[in-house]
């Protein structure tokens, strides 16, 4: 018999792990941006050029979900989405970004928020936004089709870019 919960691990498909670990130094954080652009849409991250970028990104998706873990330990990384990235991507989806350790800044438009260890934020992968990460970032994202996450609470917008 299987433990509680088991069966929903189970059925998780798909399932990528990328780490810089074995990619020369110089390379590391070209393959990172790479991993981000492939877990979380398509992004405008900015070259910035590091002697080495220790870093992983695991994926996980099951029907039209996915569930991102995601670390950097360099900051000062800052990745934009316009609608040139917008328009890239087949999915709409809403994203739960939790940051377990470091920081990260969100900005839409004119408003911005501060996400300190321990918070978290939605947002709308439709719209328009920026990153900012911090040293030493952790993060897992929840990433849910915005079909079923409208069906699941009707007034998603008031949430949105709120911490």
């Known amino acids: 018999m299987m433990a509680p919960g088991a069966q929903l691990?189970?059925?998780?498909r798909n399932s990528q792990f990328w780490s810089t670990q074995r990619v020369a130094p110089e390379r590391q954080?070209?393959?990172?941006?790479?991993?981000?652009?492939?877990?979380?849409?398509?992004?405008?991250?900015r070259r910035t050029r590091f002697d080495g970028f220790p870093a992983?990104?695991?994926?996980?998706?099951?029907?039209?979900f996915r569930m991102i873990h995601l670390t950097s330990e360099k900051g000062g990384i800052v990745g934009n989405r316009g609608p040139r990235e917008i328009a890239r991507d087949s999915e709409a989806v809403?994203?739960?970004?939790?940051?377990?350790a470091g920081s990260v800044r969100?900005?839409?438009g004119r408003q911005g928020i501060e996400l300190?260890?321990?918070?978290?934020?939605l947002w709308d992968t439709t719209r328009p936004m920026r990153f900012t990460i911090g040293a030493d970032l952790r993060q897992i994202t929840l990433s849910v089709p915005q079909d079923r996450f409208r069906a699941a609470l009707g007034r998603?917008?008031?949430y949105l870019g709120r911490r």
Request: glycine fraction near 6%.
């Open 116 to 121: 300190p260890a321990g918070s978290g934020a």
């Open 29 to 45: 954080f070209d393959r990172w941006r790479d991993f981000v652009n492939e877990a979380h849409m398509h992004w405008d991250i």
């Open 56 to 64: 992983f990104i695991r994926q996980e998706r099951l029907d039209g």
């Open 106 to 108: 969100l900005d839409f």
């Open 94 to 100: 809403y994203s739960f970004l939790y940051v377990a």
């Open 9 to 12: 691990v189970a059925d998780w």
């Open 156 to 158: 998603v917008d008031d």
